[in-house]
């Protein structure tokens, strides 16, 4: 580890988020994984997976306890060099605290989603992480997540998309540096978004068959991650290579020490 403070890679983060080129992070769940993209010179910083660290510990998304999401994320932390954003999923009972604790071993960013609560008390939440950040002297990068698309239920999408524009526009008020909006994967979701939320101020996730980052770029989007779906890529690698074991494989010659 450099000896670089939490302050100057919360500022080199929100550099990359303010940049004209989308920053695209590769999500990790452990020490390994953190490692071997951060080894790669296209990685500029570091997205955790909340989803895939959860289920390392043997938990579904969205229920890993408070200690056990922060102790996945400061191994992260530990593990390299670069500034480490974290999915914290919707910042658990003390959003605030939340922070305060992550900041304390080193994360310079988070997701924490609103989960489709009530308009003012998601609001207030986004305030008080930006409350909490500023009392430790950080500019805390949040990504705040509106799910309100993805738990939009059976509302037309353009009623979605509408409340997805007010939420994030309230959370930028209230400090956020971007809004990040699951479910906003085609051109058709993300043009109105962007010009409701402005330039460089929409993130997205990019799933299977979903625009592409340069392309996402281009309708101005500020930030591309992946979720769960490395893990998954990584996953399905280990079963097929243990289906091969388990016939009349044996481990591949070209094998790289990654480990």
Request: hydrophobic share 45%; no cysteine; proline share 5%.
């Amino acid at each position: 580890m450099t000896d670089v403070s939490t302050a100057d890679r919360a500022n080199r983060l929100a550099e990359l988020h303010q940049a004209q080129e989308i920053l695209r992070v590769v999500n990790v769940w452990d020490a390994i994984s953190a490692q071997t993209v951060a080894a790669l010179p296209e990685t500029k910083a570091i997205a955790t997976a909340g989803h895939s660290i959860a289920a390392s510990y043997g938990y579904a998304d969205g229920a890993m306890p408070l200690d056990v999401a922060l102790a996945g994320a400061k191994v992260i932390v530990d593990a390299v060099d670069l500034p480490v954003t974290a999915d914290l999923d919707d910042g658990y009972e003390d959003p605030a605290e939340t922070i305060r604790r992550a900041i304390g071993f080193g994360i310079v960013g988070a997701n924490v989603e609103d989960r489709l609560r009530p308009f003012d008390e998601s609001v207030a939440r986004v305030a008080a992480i930006i409350r909490a950040a500023e009392a430790e002297g950080v500019n805390f990068q949040l990504n705040a997540r509106t799910d309100a698309i993805v738990r939009g239920g059976e509302r037309p999408i353009s009623e979605s998309i509408d409340d997805a524009i007010a939420r994030g526009r309230a959370f930028l008020d209230a400090g956020a540096s971007l809004v990040f909006v699951p479910g906003a994967v085609n051109r058709e979701t993300v043009e109105p978004l962007v010009e409701g939320l402005g330039v460089g101020k929409l993130s997205v996730i990019g799933l299977p068959g979903a625009l592409t980052a340069a392309e996402f770029e281009e309708l101005g989007v500020a930030r591309v991650s992946y979720g769960p779906l490395t893990q998954r890529v990584a996953l399905r690698a280990l079963r097929d290579l243990a289906t091969d074991l388990y016939g009349t494989g044996v481990i591949p010659e070209d094998t790289p020490a990654l480990n």
